[in-house]
């Protein structure tokens, strides 16, 4: 019955996954790990956001968790992972790669399932309108916004299989 928006472009799995995360972290000056590598394939191998259960289980035994915990909060400090939590608290990660990037989430009640979805320009532009206009009202500067849209899969939906 939940869905939850926020946006970006989706981070297609591609075949030279581990030269990718080699230059994602070289691009942010970090050095080059295994479980980073490994973290940040992880991340890459699913289209929708994932708990850190589904990374883990992905990743199996080649990272322990504590090390798991450990890598995620080095790619939040370059700003790469986007961290949130869906509407029964549980903490949500997706990579994040370009500031830029802004997308919505749909959040499954049944299965758990959270899918990027972009909104229209249209919708966006209006949407920044209204907000233009409440941070005169408040006098408040508003850094992002959220779009929260909560609902369940269909039988057909080709997301949660
Ligand atoms: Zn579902
Ligand atoms: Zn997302
Ligand atoms: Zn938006």
């Given at each position: 019955m939940r869905i939850y928006l926020i946006f970006f472009k989706v981070i297609k799995y591609n075949k030279n996954m581990s030269e990718s995360s080699r230059k994602i972290l070289s691009d942010h000056n970090v050095s080059i790990t295994n479980p980073r590598i490994l973290v940040l394939e992880a991340l890459m191998e699913s289209n929708n956001p994932q708990t850190i259960d589904d990374l883990q289980k992905r990743l199996g035994n080649k990272v322990a968790k504590s090390t798991l915990y450990r890598v995620l909060g080095d790619l939040k400090k370059i700003s790469i992972l986007h961290e949130f939590t869906s509407p029964d608290n549980t903490t949500v990660v997706e990579l994040l790669?370009?500031?830029?990037e802004h997308h919505h989430h749909l959040f499954c009640s049944d299965c758990g399932e959270v899918i990027d979805v972009e909104l229209s320009y249209q919708f966006e532009e209006l949407l920044n309108k209204e907000i233009r206009k409440i941070e005169k009202q408040f006098d408040f500067k508003i850094q992002d916004h959220r779009v929260e849209m909560f609902g369940v899969c269909t039988d057909q939906c080709a997301n949660c299989k």
């Open positions: 790669l370009h500031d830029t």
